[in-house]
């Protein structure tokens, strides 16, 4: 079945430091992609989206381009900041054939940025 | 324009009982899916809801139900808790005619004592 594996956390880093979030998915057929944030104790918010190969999203100084001959979908900001600290997680839409759908979601990285 | 309400935020609840959490989407989304979200398990889909149908089910025992109201409004049910049932509950809801894009609430945080 689909999938979606992401680097291991925690990850941490000082202010300013390059990231990335390495992210792979498996699937069948061309799923969205999708890159979500969770501060602490709250729900998921959406930080950027691609729905088709080569499609770059970007939100907030983070990207991703959806590289379908890698299966991939990294996580990048040039420069992060001490509020950019919570929890990641690279997820898929998996749509079945009745155009029902469901969220295929990573483990999650834990991000800290030291001041 | 509101968010994907639920509640309540916070349930304390002992083996054995049964909880229902409520969930309202964004005026306009017909979809409604249900998460459980665990340190252990991670995020983990229960089912989806639309136009007060379930469509899709995540591998959950029987005791998880849910429903789906007229005005889109969602409720799910767990009897019979387990200490293993506590987790925060994630509900998301999308629009019909566009990407499967997922807006979420702030979820249920569940603890079974």
């Known amino acids: 079945g689909n999938s979606v594996t992401q680097m291991e956390g925690p990850v941490t880093l000082s202010e300013e430091a390059f990231l990335t979030i390495n992210c792979t998915y498996t699937a069948t057929g061309y799923p969205s992609l999708f890159w979500y944030v969770q501060y602490p104790g709250e729900g998921l918010q959406l930080l950027l989206k691609?729905?088709?190969?080569?499609d770059k999203g970007s939100n907030k100084g983070f990207e991703a381009t959806y590289r379908k001959e890698t299966t991939s979908f990294h996580l990048e900001k040039g420069s992060v900041q001490v509020s950019d600290s919570a929890v990641y997680f690279c997820?898929?839409?998996?749509?079945?054939?009745?155009?029902?759908?469901?969220?295929?979601f990573g483990s999650g990285t834990r991000l800290s940025i030291r001041p | 324009k509101a968010g994907v309400t639920q509640t309540p935020r916070y349930l304390i609840k002992t083996r054995g009982q049964q909880v229902t959490l409520s969930c309202s989407p964004i005026?306009?989304?017909?979809?409604v899916s249900w998460y459980q979200q665990t340190p252990g398990q991670g995020l983990q889909f229960l089912f989806e809801y639309f136009s007060e149908t379930q469509r899709n089910k995540g591998n959950f025992p029987g005791r998880f139900s849910g429903r789906q109201f007229s005005n889109s409004r969602s409720e799910m049910n767990v009897s019979t808790l387990e200490l293993g049932d506590s987790a925060l509950y994630l509900c998301?809801?999308?629009?019909?005619?566009?990407?499967?894009?997922?807006?979420f609430g702030q979820g249920t945080r569940l603890t079974v004592v």
């Open positions: 005026s306009g989304h017909r979809s």
């Open positions: 997820a898929l839409s998996d749509r079945g054939g009745s155009s029902a759908s469901k969220i295929i």
């Open positions: 691609a729905t088709k190969a080569d």
């Open positions: 998301a809801s999308s629009h019909p005619d566009r990407d499967t894009e997922a807006f």
